[in-house]
């Protein structure tokens, strides 16, 4: 992957990744790119056997044709949407792009800017769901941890009103 930029999607299946994931796609991709959709699963989410070897280091990168799979998906423990698959399946259509996912177990916020370092991303596209702020306070916000300590510029797609 020498010289070719990686463009990370921080995605969760949510209509807020979703709409970051479109965002990445329409404003930041281009021809012959490598998009990695970094998602980050519960600690303790996997089967026995060969997902504990995964647990430390986060899977392998898995081509679009495995993770488009739900057999495949099934032994990872992530279940894509139809309309996710459908906006990467038509970008790698129409933009010429390699399209992969990176499946991290733990707190995504640690996760994800550990994926922009060892991956390593060009930039990174997150959703923002939008927490009130006694939520955020509470919960911590990952899209703001993340631009504060990812290595890589990152954009974040807000959701908007409505969910919009």
């Not at 990445?24 to 600690?43: C, F, K, S, W, Y």
């Not at 899977?59 to 044709?65: A, G, H, I, Y």
């Not at 259509?93 to 994800?112: A, F």
Request: hydrophobic share 40%.
């Amino acid at each position: 992957m020498e010289g070719e930029r990686r463009v990370g999607v921080a995605v969760d299946f949510s209509p807020c990744s979703r709409k970051a994931l479109k965002w990445a796609v329409d404003n930041v991709v281009r021809n012959g790119d490598h998009v990695i959709l970094v998602t980050v699963l519960p600690e303790g989410q996997y089967e026995h056997g060969e997902m504990q070897l995964w647990a430390g280091s986060g899977s392998p990168l898995v081509p679009l044709v495995e993770f488009s799979d739900p057999t495949i998906m099934k032994k990872y423990g992530v279940n894509p949407d139809p309309e996710t698959l459908d906006i990467v399946n038509t970008a790698a259509r129409q933009k010429q792009i390699v399209v992969l996912m990176k499946i991290y177990w733990g707190d995504p916020r640690e996760k994800i800017c550990e994926a922009i370092d060892k991956i390593p991303l060009s930039c990174l596209v997150i959703g923002n769901r939008g927490l009130g702020k006694i939520k955020r306070a509470l919960l911590g916000s990952v899209s703001n941890y993340v631009v504060n300590n990812g290595s890589c510029p990152v954009t974040v797609v807000k959701q908007g009103e409505h969910g919009n």
